[in-house]
């Protein structure tokens, strides 16, 4: 199993980018998808989920209205779209794959927001 992350890197404080993450060695379509970040000093915290299908979503309040997730079965590829960036969204970003008891993950892609 392989998750590749990309499309971090620097922005200015209300702009915008868009994370995408590639799986390869798994059913794609079996997985609930998620983006979690770890910003230094801090603990890893969950930012958006997606279902299998992507019919849910659900996310951490400090990103709502700002931040959507979504899946492109077909590609195997998992998207985080982020609105009007802060400098507190600098984190590393990662991305994880769920089924059952099985859990995988990106090697991240850092998202930095600054002026």
């Known amino acids: 199993v392989q998750l590749v992350e990309s499309g971090g890197g620097l922005v200015q404080p209300g702009g915008s980018l868009r994370l995408s993450c590639a799986a390869s060695?798994?059913?794609?379509?079996?997985?609930?998808m998620s983006w979690y970040r770890q910003a230094p000093g801090k603990e890893r915290e969950l930012v958006a989920d997606?279902?299998?299908?992507?019919?849910?979503?659900s996310y951490a309040d400090s990103v709502k209205g700002r931040f959507t997730i979504s899946r492109d079965n077909p590609k195997n590829t998992v998207y985080l779209q982020m609105y009007s960036l802060k400098p507190e969204d600098t984190a590393m970003y990662y991305c994880?794959?769920?089924?059952?008891?099985?859990?995988?993950w990106g090697q991240g892609t850092q998202v930095t927001v600054s002026s």
């Open positions: 994880s794959a769920r089924s059952g008891l099985f859990n995988a």
């Open positions: 997606i279902s299998s299908a992507g019919g849910s979503t």
């Open positions: 060695g798994l059913a794609f379509r079996n997985y609930a």
